[in-house]
């Protein structure tokens, strides 16, 4: 299964310019088989995306990215969000507690919303590391994957997506059909999960050794 783990819908992310109508159609053009709508710091879109996926059906799985002290996590499987900022391994405390997930976003981006180096403190607690983040440039992209291959934590695809032509710029390939945000957090925990990039029209799986801009094996048809 093909999803997109990472995007923000305009009105629940005030810096988004797309709604969640504008999401699910690009996703499905680009052949998604389903996308995560993660919004800032709220979980305020559930009941409309649940809505929405069953009057489309189309697989809509609510998480969240929440910022800490540190930089920021995507995390599923919480039902509500802390209401004041904490440090990141206050964040992963409350997410083993609730039995869910949680992926570090762009580590290296340069606005002080990175974890970067400091994901060796934490790494054992993750579920995975976004490798691949569409509104990250390619060579921080790279430094996320080599730390990620070294510490042998999960790798993430996702788009990180404000605009509607940015869905499914990256997104990551599940081994089995996932139904729900608990059976998304039982596969995150599996680990059977790898990162691919969108290319005229067919996503190229990343080869897990070297990540290059124009490298991939593994191609997965569209609408595979």
């Known amino acids: 299964m093909l999803l997109d783990m990472h ?38 879109i559930r009941e409309r995306a649940a809505e929405y996926s069953r009057k489309t ?5 609510v998480g969240v990215e929440i910022l800490t002290y540190q930089g920021d996590v995507v995390v599923f499987g919480l039902d509500e969000v802390p209401e004041e900022m904490l440090h990141v391994g206050e964040l992963l405390d409350l997410v083993e507690k609730r039995g869910g997930a949680a992926i570090v976003a762009h580590p290296f981006r340069r606005n002080n919303r990175g974890l970067g180096e400091g994901i060796k403190d934490v790494y054992e607690r993750l579920t995975g590391v976004e490798v691949l983040n569409g509104n990250t440039p390619i060579e921080l992209n790279i430094e996320a994957d ?21 869905v499914g710029r990256y997104a990551t390939k ?38 290059r801009a124009n490298k991939f094996a593994g191609i997965i048809k569209k609408g595979a």
Request: proline share 3%; charged share 30%.
């Open 57 to 61: 059906g189309y697989p809509i799985f």
């Open 146 to 166: 080599n730390l990620t291959r070294r510490l042998e934590v999960g790798r993430v695809g996702a788009s990180d997506a404000h605009y509607k032509h940015e």
């Open 7 to 44: 995007m923000h819908i305009w009105p629940t992310s005030r810096d988004s310019h797309m709604t969640l109508e504008d999401a699910v159609d690009q996703a499905r053009e680009l052949g998604l088989d389903g996308i995560c709508v993660t919004d800032h710091d709220n979980l305020e």
């Open 174 to 211: 599940f081994s089995r059909k996932i139904s729900s945000v608990e059976e998304l957090i039982c596969e995150l925990r599996e680990g059977k999960f790898l990162p691919a990039t969108y290319d005229e029209g067919i996503y190229h799986l990343n080869d897990g050794t070297t990540l």
